[in-house]
């Protein structure tokens, strides 16, 4: 191993092959859910010098565990116990290679933050709208090899639907220049979608041409108490006919969530959240002005009023309102953390059936366990649902895991498969999800993922042991 350190160093030069020392930034996955050994931590300051990384570990038949801001939650971007795997940090490609006006694009660097990204198009006038809790770390290669979600794909789509080409470095150290721009390409299997949420396992992302929107003009956030999941529901529907493609965001979040924030985060006011057992955060884009946006959002939320299918709401009346709002819902998953450990979720089922699902799934977890407590929330809007159990009232939070985590698992994923449903809706399979994934994905769905895997990384070098098994 010492001869691939060396090559390492030839290419990328010997400060950035980090061997020793302290490589706990690399090492550790987000949740500290696992602490890998890396061979080593490289990091090349270009598209050119990741190919050339990429040849040296397959000549010498070496794992790569490609790494981007290292936020993911499924321990995928660290490396295993082993000692034996190279860990890639993209970080160092952070430039934003061009924006083109006129097609709308931006073409960024792998490593690129995605904080960083939504600043340059905003620099230019333009709206980037992919956006995460995690936007300050994560990259956009990283949100690309996870197809990540977020707040607005409501109406934007996920990173995939923002994507128009990808520069990739294969296992075999070729490089793919598709970086096209192109909005149509019939030329056959389409190369980007098998890159974009492959987790690493297919080939390394290196740059990406992105979509870009007009910033819109005036951006309103409400918040509604509602007396059900199901009037959530209505109202999704409510609101996707009154505001049409305005909807940019529809968070759901349950009364045990929000009551979390409060009892943890004192400081924060957490509007309407003891008046009803769900509460509605929705945001509306506008390309006119503020005042027809309000206008219309204020008209959506009498109907809904009317119809019963809303409590009481209120509109931020300003942008320190809004974002005051925001940060309500994102740190739920903070008043999480400070109760304790708990089984997370990251689940999607039909818009139609997701009341359906948490009635059923809700009973049958009581039945399992008395008093355990649902953190339920997330993304309605798309289906997905960050549906999280917590330890009853008094118990031990790490004895509550150890014991309940995969009897818990087991009915939720059973219930979500009943539902038609996906495992993960948003943060991937990583090594965390494997076993389940074999379990509840269709056997000749997997084969043919295995197919792609033997064609495009042969030598099984590309993050082994995530997603699939070889
Ligand atoms: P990493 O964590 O470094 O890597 C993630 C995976 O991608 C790994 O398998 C890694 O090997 C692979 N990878 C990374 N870079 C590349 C590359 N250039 N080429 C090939 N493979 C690569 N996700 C959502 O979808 N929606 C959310 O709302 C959301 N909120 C989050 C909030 C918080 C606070 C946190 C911590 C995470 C959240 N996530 C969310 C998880 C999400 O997956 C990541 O934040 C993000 O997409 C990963 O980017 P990263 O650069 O950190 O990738």
Same mark, same amino acid.
């Given at each position: ?35 890998? %050994? ?13 190919? *050339? ?6 000549? !010498? ?26 860990? @890639? !940090? $993209? *970080? ?5 290679? /061009? ?31 992919? =956006? ?29 639907? #923002? ?9 075999? /150290?070729?490089?793919?220049? /598709? ?22 396992? @297919? ?24 007396? !059900? ?25 349950? *009364? ?15 509007? #309407? ?11 509306? !884009? ?15 939320? +009498?109907?809904? $009023? ?12 300003? #942008? =320190? ?9 994102? =740190? ?6 400070? +109760? &304790? ?26 039945? #399992? ?25 008094? /118990?031990?939070?790490? &004895? ?30 990583? =090594?965390?999800?494997?076993? %389940? ?34």
């Amino acid at each position: 191993m010492n001869g691939l350190i060396e090559a390492l160093r030839q290419v990328v030069g010997a400060n950035h092959v980090l061997a020793d020392g302290d490589l706990t930034a690399w090492e550790q996955d987000w949740r500290k859910r696992s602490r890998g %050994k890396a061979l080593a931590v490289v990091r090349p300051g270009s598209a050119r010098e990741v190919a *050339q990384v990429v040849r040296a570990c397959a000549d !010498s038949g070496t794992a790569i565990v490609p790494q981007g801001g290292n936020t993911g939650l499924v321990v995928g971007s660290t490396p295993d116990a082993s000692g034996t795997q190279v860990v @890639l !940090s $993209l *970080q160092r490609l952070n430039a934003v290679r /061009g924006l083109d006006r006129d097609n709308l694009t931006i073409t960024v660097e792998a490593g690129c933050v995605l904080q960083r990204v939504q600043e340059a198009a905003e620099a230019a006038g333009f709206l980037f709208p992919l =956006s995460l809790a995690a936007e300050g770390s994560c990259t956009i290669g990283g949100n690309l090899a996870t197809n990540a979600g977020g707040t607005q794909v409501v109406r934007y789509g996920n990173a995939r639907d #923002l994507c128009l080409g990808l520069e990739v470095v294969t296992a075999r /150290g070729e490089t793919w220049h /598709g970086l096209s721009g192109l909005r149509k390409d019939n030329t056959g299997y389409d190369l980007r979608d098998l890159f974009i949420g492959s987790e690493g396992t @297919l080939g390394i992302i290196t740059a990406a041409t992105m979509k870009l929107y007009p910033a819109p003009a005036a951006r309103l956030t409400a918040w509604a108490a509602v007396p !059900s999941l199901d009037d959530a529901v209505r109202l999704l529907g409510l609101a996707h006919r009154e505001l049409g493609a305005g909807l940019t965001g529809f968070e759901v979040m349950g *009364q045990f969530a929000l009551g979390l924030v409060a009892r943890h985060f004192a400081q924060l006011r957490v509007p #309407l959240y003891e008046q009803a057992p769900f509460c509605v955060l929705l945001e509306k !884009s506008d390309d006119e002005s503020e005042a027809h946006a309000r206008e219309q959002f204020e008209r959506l939320l +009498e109907r809904a $009023l009317e119809e019963g299918c809303v409590a009481d709401a209120v509109v931020a009346e300003n #942008l =320190s309102q809004a974002n005051q709002l925001w940060h309500v819902r994102e =740190s739920i998953p903070l008043a999480q953390a400070e +109760e &304790g450990l708990n089984i997370k979720h990251d689940i999607s089922v039909p818009v139609s059936r997701i009341p359906e699902f948490c009635r059923e799934t809700d009973a049958l977890l009581q039945r #399992l366990i008395p008093g355990v407590r649902l953190v339920n929330f997330g993304h309605l809007g798309d289906g997905n649902l960050h549906y999280n159990v917590q330890a009853p009232e008094q /118990g031990d939070p790490r &004895g509550f895991l150890e014991q309940w985590e995969e009897a818990v698992n087991g009915v939720v994923y059973d219930s979500v498969q009943r539902f038609d449903g996906s495992i993960s809706a948003e943060h991937g399979v990583g =090594s965390l999800k494997l076993a %389940k994934l074999e379990k509840h994905k269709s056997p000749v769905a997997l084969e043919l993922m295995r197919g792609i895997k033997r064609a495009l990384d042969p030598q099984d070098i590309m993050n082994p042991g995530r997603v699939l098994r070889a």
